[in-house]
């Protein structure tokens, strides 16, 4: 099978933007490339009977690297030291059939083919399976179902990859390199119960009868201590928002590996990082166990769905209803097997980045069910600032522009405001690995949840993920169903009696993408609330990077690691201060 990712249209249109548009220089060598090719190359991709007898839909990814230190399928971020990855969609590949990456396929960091450069490079194929859904709204499509892995298309069981092979690029190469998919990856072991984590996983009927297939919700759940030895407590329910726990994190019921060899960690420049990790999973261990941390049991979940990790939480017109699956089946769920008061003054919600921004939501679309949510670092709480983006003014994601000026929007930077990504890199590393917003990536599953259906069935994009022109129907959309802050102003008086005291925000204003920025905004409201004021607290670090958590005492890489000691007894102090009369506060305080 011979096929293109792009059509001959979209081909001329990337060409015209090449000329009247001032990309970064991460994409100048595909742009000069168009004109004078460097390289003519064709690879068919093709996989073996014995990987699979049956014809297959989904994405093959050809990925190129200049460093053999690990497998290209590792290598692609939206950071500087990404390697290349091109994409082809495939729809009833057969075994023996051939899938053609050439110079129409996309890419990121260079768009073509055509732009790479002579010299040695290791290159791997990657099929990401697709399942065909045939949804309750009459839409069918192809997604790539997680499979236990938390939606990554490199480590996603049953994907069809290569062995890595060392090739040498030639200047006007217009070779046909073969690549056979020979190897599967392999299922995933779930992890087992012990004393005091369990992992439980239901079917959710909303959630089934939406995708007309069963599908499931997970939880790894924390159980306090004492739990067996206090058969008639009952306990509080607090809820760690966040994306794809294989298990329960950071506990750890054994001293640090003594052999254990130290890694290095690039996000915050700390040698054995690694040992860090397991010596604060082992503290928070010994605090749990011992006498004076409060009992509760504390939950993460397991949500991940065709398109990404985790929900966010909430109802989404493509993602089905996730929100009300979460609070009305898999809460009261566990609550009823682990003893849980299962009253919404004794559930609490934490979490940071997307687990920030699914806290906060939850609790405001469900202010009855939650009596508190603590959001460090969440995604945009605001879409007028949704990163660098007014999605309801701009014109352009990508750019800002002028009559002589167009400058490209940041996406990721540090705290000395070094660049590492632009909105665009980041987008078209996604419309690499995936189209019709089925890449894994941040934007996408933005746009998968806050998106109407479109009519081909897939979230209806908020702007063209090729040259970033923002749709504003689409930002309408967003903004009435799952612009936060807009929904606090227009609902106020309504859900501001049930929000009293229940919103609690931080954010380092050095965020890595821009977070700060829509939570300023949300403060400037919340500050001016009246009957009731809210009540909450909104608070900041200066030169603080993603993810600060509200702790002015220890740096993000330690802070991280203690979510639960932080703010277990500012949960305490809030049951204290609001359980309604006759509200069991004893049973559990032992």
Sequence with gaps: M????????????????????????????AAESQNNPMTNLHFAVTFPVSSSSAPLDG?????????NSKEPRLQISEDLNTQQV?????????????????????????????????????????????????????????????RGEGQQWNSAPGNLYSTPQKMTVRANDDRTIKITLDKVIPPIEPPKDTKYIKHVRIESKLLSRFWGRPMYLGANVLLPEGFDSHPYAHYPLVIFHGHFPADFGGFRETPPDPNLKPDYSERFH??????????????????????????LIIIEIQHANPYYDDSYAVNSANLGPYGDAITYELVPFIEKQFRGIGKGWARFMYGGSTGGWEALAAQIFYPDEYNGAWGACPDPIDFRAYTVA?????????????????????????????????????????????????????????EAVYSPVGKNGYPKPIWDKLTGKIDRSVAEYWREHYDLGYILRRDWKKIGPKLEGKLHIYVGEADNYYLNNAVYLVEDFLKSTKDPHYAG?????????HCWNGDHTLPNAISRLRYHQFYAPK????????????ADLKSWRY
């Design 2 to 29: 011979r096929a293109n990712f792009m059509n001959p249209k979209a081909r001329a249109r990337s060409f015209l933007l090449s000329l009247f548009v001032v990309v970064p220089l991460l994409f100048a060598p």
């Design 59 to 67: 994405r093959v990814l050809l990925l190129i690297s200049t460093d």
């Design 86 to 146: 091109f994409g082809l969609d495939v729809d009833g590949l057969k075994p023996g059939q051939e899938a053609v990456v050439d110079s129409g396929a996309f890419g990121y960091p260079l768009s073509s083919l055509s732009g790479l450069k002579p010299g040695e490079y290791w290159i791997q194929a990657l099929l990401h399976r697709y399942e065909t859904f045939k949804r309750s709204d009459g839409h069918t499509v192809k997604l790539p179902m997680d």
């Design 270 to 295: 700390l040698a054995g990082y690694n040992k860090i990790q397991q010596e604060y999973a082992y503290k928070f261990y010994q605090e749990w166990t011992g006498p004076d941390f409060p009992r």
């Design 390 to 446: 007014n999605i309801y003014e701009h014109e352009n994601a990508y750019y800002a522009a002028s009559p002589w000026k167009h400058i490209a929007r940041p996406g990721k930077r540090n705290y000395l405001g070094e660049l590492a990504a632009t909105v665009e890199d980041m987008n078209h590393m996604e419309l690499a690995l995936g189209t019709n917003s089925r890449s894994g990536g941040q934007f996408d599953i933005w």
């Design 537 to 545: 607290e909104v608070d900041y670090e200066p030169r603080a990077e």
């Design 571 to 582: 949960i305490v102090e809030r049951i204290l201060k609001s359980a309604p009369p006759g």
